[in-house]
């Protein structure tokens, strides 16, 4: 019996996979000797009998080693499980950057209503993030952060989540764990925070569900020697005001030249600077991250960093605009109660901010602007958005319209730190 046959078989039964079927599998299906419908076989097997702890963590080591890989001991690094209008990354890396703390980040595109890290950075003119292993080094030694696509790291990964997201088996917690951690190992950083998402506009949409991960991705960090940390941050209300690429760039870089941005960005980016400094054993990150913003020294990383990559002069303030916009008139007069992640993502969506499917083009203007958020005072006919581009713009105003709930009293705003684990 092959071994992958021997795996298909053991998992079936609720058993266990010993780390060197595992690795044996892993290998000989990056090598193509096992093929698709074998692998999806024992995918399914594992999504409906779950893996233990060792089993997870052997899939997560053979996947990290299955290709190249970096090594940054001494730079710090995080990973968001995805959310609309999530540009914590834009934000929170300069600042730490700027504390002293280097940043080595190798990041993905988005797919759907969640928005990818590289697609809002290509936003920017002349931004590149095709740099080579050298001159990734040399940016990380000289400007203290660089954040280039994943590429070729963890090849195996790459091939089982495609996989994966074709079997209907990407909802599992142990194929989601050892699916993160196997990249961020490749990629090297020595001291990792996560940032788990949960809500509706989240993948993971209960706490229980989202603790859990958390806790799992620490675990196995930790397990391969990366000091790790983790946050639960909430993901039914799109976070900040901006969504869609150039636009949550230009909401980022106004947040760290000390324009008002929503408070719910303001927190969350301060406290994970702040986690990712504590994480490097720096002193008083608080303090570090308020002196990083009010001197300015974290713009002025924003803008090195950028420059750094290509970007032309002054991109920061030369970012793409939509040809057209259109507001989108309240209903009624209140309070906004509620404002659905998921409807708005799709409404940004619709517009071009984001793709359905990989080969999809991205309008890197296109977006929704948030103009109320949960818990402010709103009259009927008011902007509550402005949507830009004029991508199926009348369905993206029917989906903001069904996504804002407008009650008579005003409500209480939920946190956007909903728990932390060391």
Known sequence: MSLVLEA???KKAGGELSDDVIRGVVAGYTEGSVPDYQMSAL??????RGMGYGETLALTRAMAESGEAYSFP?????????GVGDKISLISLPIVAACGAPVAKLSGRGLGTTGGTIDKLESIPGFSVDLSETRFRRQVEEVGLAIIEAGDLAPADKAIYALRDTTGTVDSLPLIGSSIVSKKAATGAGHLLYDVKQGSGAFMKTPDDARELAGLLVRLSESLGIRASAVVTGMDTPLGGAIGNALEVRESAAFLRGDPVPKDLADEARFVAARLLQLKGIENPEASVEKALSSGAA???LERFARAQGAAPNALENLPTARTTREVPAPRTGYVSGLAAIGVGRAALALG??????TDEIDPAAGVEL???PGDPIEKGAPIARLHGDREAERAEGLILEAIEISDEPPHPAPAILEHFS
């Open 74 to 82: 001494d730079c710090v690094d995080k990973h968001s499980t995805g």
């Open 43 to 48: 995918l399914m097997a594992v999504f409906l």
């Open 299 to 301: 713009y002025e990383r």
């Open 371 to 373: 103009l109320a958020k």
């Open 8 to 10: 298909i078989e053991t």
């Open 353 to 358: 901010a984001g793709r359905q499917k990989k």
